[in-house]
């Protein structure tokens, strides 16, 4: 008899003790589920065409050429500028062709040029709407990057507030033949990722990778 008490006291704590795993693996299963369905990302492109010239059309960048200039840094730090000029030249190959597009890393090549240097260095300085005046003499930065068109960019907004990631690039495009602006407009976008807790900002990679799109979806727009 207290051979068959032992062994039924034992069959029922290993039934206590796997109904106790079948419910802790059941609630792990729960949140895990709950997790994924809950945590999502929501970055919210707010993208827009400043000014456009009625002589543009994104067609001319594919007949053109278009040189990615290095990215200014109003707000943010070199190593995100550097980021945001290799996402821009890899999105508007995408879209334009390879052959069509100078990535940022080739005009830097340029960069102990005495004649493109001093251009380069304004370029990438000078963004704001009333630094523009007196830019000549681009004709000479096209001739030697073999294009005719020139993308200016600044990162004007690079914060955190209200939970998300905040990212505003600013672009223009200059025509080397003439010295005119032929485009201007926004790459922007706002992001934040949800999970059980109050909202987390994204990482600096993804804002940053929606704003890029957003602005060369707004470059390749027909005017």
């Known amino acids: 008899m207290p051979r068959i008490f032992a062994s039924s006291l034992t069959t029922r704590k290993n039934r206590t003790t796997l109904k106790a795993r079948t419910k802790t693996l059941s609630i792990a299963l729960f949140l895990s589920f709950l997790s994924f369905a809950s945590c999502h ?77 001093p251009l380069l260095k304004i370029l990438k ?18 001739e030697k990057l073999h294009v005719r068109y020139l993308l200016q960019t600044d990162i004007r907004l690079a914060e955190v507030a209200g939970g998300a990631e905040h990212i505003r690039i600013f672009g223009r495009i200059w025509d080397t033949r003439s010295d005119e602006i032929i ?21 600096f990679e993804k804002d940053g990778a929606r704003a890029v799109s957003g602005l060369v979806k707004e470059i390749r727009k027909p005017s």
């Open 183 to 203: 485009w201007s407009g926004y790459g922007e976008a706002r992001g934040y990722v949800y999970g059980f807790f109050p909202a987390v900002p994204a990482s």
């Open 125 to 142: 300085k000078k963004t704001a709407p009333d630094t523009v005046r007196g830019i000549m003499g681009l004709n000479v930065v096209g």
């Open 41 to 117: 990302k929501t970055i919210n492109d707010l993208s827009a065409i400043d000014w456009v010239s009625a002589k543009y059309k994104p067609s001319q960048i594919t007949r053109g050429g278009l040189a990615v200039l290095p990215v200014g840094e109003s707000e943010g730090s070199p190593v995100e500028s550097q980021w945001i000029g290799k996402e821009l030249a890899s999105d508007l190959s995408a879209v334009f062709g390879k052959d069509r597009i100078v990535g940022p890393d080739v005009v830097l090549g340029y960069g102990k040029d005495k004649t493109l240097a």
